[in-house]
């Protein structure tokens, strides 16, 4: 069974433009999370979907939004760039809601 | 609110020396605990994770860990190391839905 596919795996953009990340649940799996990982501030969670629906949301601004498809698909979106938006972005997908979570290898962002 | 401590960044072991990594947690009710590592360019992978019961957890690749509520501890080791296990261990304290992560220690395994 295939894994949690992120793509684009690297991406570089510049301050003030958006960008959109997307991740690919393991079959079968209708819940997928997205963390942020940077050397200062470590892993945080920013935000959980389930059947298409929000569950929860960590404490990061309005800039980051994300959605779920009906294929359990899930994208996130930052707008409105920021240097400090430079991280590496995973995605983890279960089966349910609360189940034992698979990550993505991630998709690593650098804001020049 | 649930908050994780790895006292230690960096640890360096020699090949076939004994490991124990070490996390602290804070959490309000029956902790949900889990150890994760993750290679230079991967994502991470679930090590082990602790719910209820018994209070020693055995994991994949060897790893174990051990429970304790009245030190607030959940310490992962490993008898004897491997060159392959060099990377960066994470402790987390649960819900999955919600997990909180400590900053992380960097193995270094020397030959």
């Known amino acids: 069974k295939a894994g949690v596919t992120q793509t684009p795996r690297y991406l570089i953009k510049t301050r003030g433009q958006q960008v959109t990340l997307s991740c690919s649940p393991i079959?079968?799996?209708?819940?997928v999370s997205w963390y942020q990982q940077t050397p200062g501030q470590g892993l945080q969670f920013l935000f959980e979907?389930?059947?298409?629906?929000?569950?929860n949301k960590g404490n990061f601004p309005g800039r980051f939004s994300g959605r779920q498809f009906s294929n359990s698909r899930s994208e996130m979106n930052v707008s409105t760039l920021e240097l400090g938006d430079s991280a590496l972005y995973l995605c983890?997908?279960?089966?349910?809601?609360?189940?034992?979570?698979?990550f993505g290898p991630g998709t690593r962002l650098l804001v020049l | 609110a649930q908050s994780v401590t790895q006292p230690d960044i960096h640890i360096t072991v020699s090949e076939g020396a004994s490991l124990e990594l070490r996390c602290n947690y804070s959490?309000?009710?029956?902790?949900?605990l889990f150890w994760y590592v993750q290679s230079p360019g991967q994502g991470l992978q679930l090590l082990l994770k602790?719910?209820?019961?018994?209070?020693l957890v055995q994991g994949i690749k060897g790893f174990e860990a051990e429970f304790k509520r009245s030190q607030s501890s959940f310490n992962l080791r490993k008898p004897s190391v491997h060159w392959s296990d060099a990377a960066e261990y994470f402790c987390?304290?649960?819900?999955?839905?919600?997990?909180?992560f400590g900053a992380g220690t960097r193995l270094t395994v020397k030959p």
């Open positions: 983890a997908s279960s089966i349910l809601a609360g189940e034992t979570q698979y």
């Open positions: 079959s079968g799996h209708r819940s």
């Open positions: 979907y389930f059947s298409e629906t929000q569950r």
């Open positions: 959490y309000g009710a029956t902790p949900y």
């Open positions: 602790y719910f209820s019961g018994d209070t």
């Open positions: 987390a304290v649960g819900p999955e839905s919600d997990m909180r």
